[in-house]
């Protein structure tokens, strides 16, 4: 019974975040919005759980899930190499079995216009894979590389190494590492070095 309240909770915080983007003049670039809050959400679900529950749900939910604001700033070094970021760990939980994954997540673009601060990838990762949000690591990694997209880049690549517990501890219950990218821009070309560099970084 209780197994079942949680889990009727939990796909719920599928919805995203809101993030808005902004340019250094303020020009409001993009935005996610989500339909409701996950306060909004937890409070409906409020009567098939325990008041304890409820409170510390709210809390999780509240740490992993603020809005935050990106903003975007001019490439006045005119920066024309790859800025990567490499090894951000996180937890994540995995929509098919509600259980847990370890993800390591790499982050490479070369910039044209724009450029972001460095704890921003970070901020970017968090928003998809998180402890409260049931995912797949697919469309995380897709969905990262959708917001990279939005500094208008020459090229970016994200690559997850994802190692699920579901697949590990249960079921065929062989530990492994799923590994997924998405690649854009001038990473995609052949003969291009970038993507091959990017690799070299994450072997
Ligand atoms: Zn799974």
Same mark, same amino acid.
């Given at each position: 019974?209780?197994?079942?309240?949680?889990?009727?909770?939990?796909?719920?915080?599928?919805?995203?975040? *809101?993030?808005?983007?902004?340019?250094?003049?303020?020009? !409001?670039? #993009?935005?996610?919005?989500?339909?409701?809050? &996950?306060? /909004?959400?937890?409070?409906?679900?409020?009567?098939?759980?325990?008041?304890?529950?409820? *409170?510390?749900?709210?809390?999780?939910?509240?740490?992993? !899930?603020? #809005?935050?604001?990106?903003?975007?700033?001019? &490439?006045? /070094?005119?920066?024309?190499?790859?800025?990567?970021?490499?090894?951000?760990?996180?937890?994540?939980?995995?929509?098919?079995?509600?259980?847990?994954?370890?993800?390591?997540?790499?982050?490479?673009?070369?910039?044209?216009?724009?450029?972001?601060?460095?704890?921003?990838?970070?901020?970017?990762?968090?928003?998809?894979?998180?402890?409260?949000?049931?995912?797949?690591?697919?469309?995380?990694?897709?969905?990262?590389?959708?917001?990279?997209?939005?500094?208008?880049?020459?090229?970016?690549?994200?690559?997850?190494?994802?190692?699920?517990?579901?697949?590990?501890?249960?079921?065929?219950?062989?530990?492994?590492?799923?590994?997924?990218?998405?690649?854009?821009?001038?990473?995609?070309?052949?003969?291009?070095?970038?993507?091959?560099?990017?690799?070299?970084?994450?072997?």
């Amino acid at each position: 019974m209780r197994r079942d309240n949680i889990y009727s909770i939990t796909p719920s915080f599928t919805r995203p975040t *809101r993030v808005k983007w902004y340019s250094r003049d303020n020009r !409001n670039l #993009s935005r996610i919005h989500s339909n409701k809050t &996950n306060m /909004e959400i937890i409070k409906e679900k409020k009567k098939d759980l325990g008041k304890e529950t409820v *409170r510390r749900l709210s809390g999780v939910s509240t740490e992993f !899930n603020k #809005s935050f604001t990106l903003r975007l700033f001019k &490439n006045e /070094e005119k920066y024309d190499q790859m800025i990567a970021q490499v090894g951000i760990e996180v937890m994540a939980l995995c929509e098919h079995h509600l259980l847990p994954f370890q993800c390591t997540v790499n982050i490479a673009y070369i910039p044209s216009g724009w450029i972001m601060g460095l704890s921003k990838f970070a901020r970017i990762v968090e928003l998809y894979l998180n402890p409260t949000i049931n995912t797949v690591q697919e469309r995380a990694t897709q969905q990262i590389m959708n917001q990279l997209k939005k500094l208008k880049p020459k090229g970016a690549m994200v690559v997850i190494k994802g190692t699920h517990s579901c697949i590990g501890y249960r079921g065929i219950r062989k530990p492994s590492v799923t590994i997924t990218s998405a690649v854009y821009g001038v990473f995609k070309e052949n003969n291009n070095g970038a993507r091959q560099e990017f690799l070299q970084l994450i072997k």
